[in-house]
């Protein structure tokens, strides 16, 4: 009887870790910020140090993994930390960055009329990405930029 116990209780503890194995695994995604001041913490919970202050709605983040209400995520620099979901939308946009200016193109091709540049650091929202550039409005200025240009989109991702 002793050994069914140890048996059941060997079977019964594989099952939990599976479990959270399927429950922990996560699509990493792009987001945006929803405020103009958003905190950055060492863990999920209010009782982390903030290590970063965003002064900056729009600005994208990569989310890698979530905790209850909290989400770690990724700035386009590589600074990672915990976010509360709230202070996070789900509408897209990209950064420019480097340290060119990022031609904009008036059509889906690198060969077509350069209408305006935008400078590192500016924000943008992405309308459709095709496979080499991706079509952006920024301040009213529309048009399409080379991806290599660009974070908050995936190699290879279109839409």
């Not at 959270?20 to 958003?38: E, I, M, Q």
């Not at 930390?81 to 059509?107: C, E, F, Y």
Request: aromatic fraction near 10%.
């Amino acid at each position: 009887m002793a050994r069914a116990w140890r048996i059941a209780a060997i079977f019964l503890a594989a099952a939990v870790v599976a479990g959270f194995g399927a429950a922990t695994s996560y699509s990493p995604h792009y987001v945006s910020l929803a405020r103009d001041k958003v905190n950055m913490r060492e863990g999920p919970s209010f009782k982390h140090r903030i290590t970063w202050v965003y002064h900056r709605r729009g600005l994208p983040m990569r989310v890698l993994g979530h905790y209850d209400v909290w989400r770690h995520v990724e700035a386009a620099d590589g600074t990672k930390g915990w976010v509360q979901g709230s202070m996070l939308s789900t509408a897209r946009s990209v950064v420019v960055i480097g340290n060119k200016n990022a031609p904009v193109h008036d059509q889906p091709r690198n060969d077509s009329h350069v209408s305006v540049y935008l400078a590192p650091g500016v924000v943008a929202r992405p309308q459709a990405c095709k496979p080499e550039l991706c079509e952006i409005i920024s301040a009213g200025v529309v048009g399409w930029v080379e991806r290599k240009y660009l974070w908050g989109v995936d190699a290879g991702e279109t839409f």
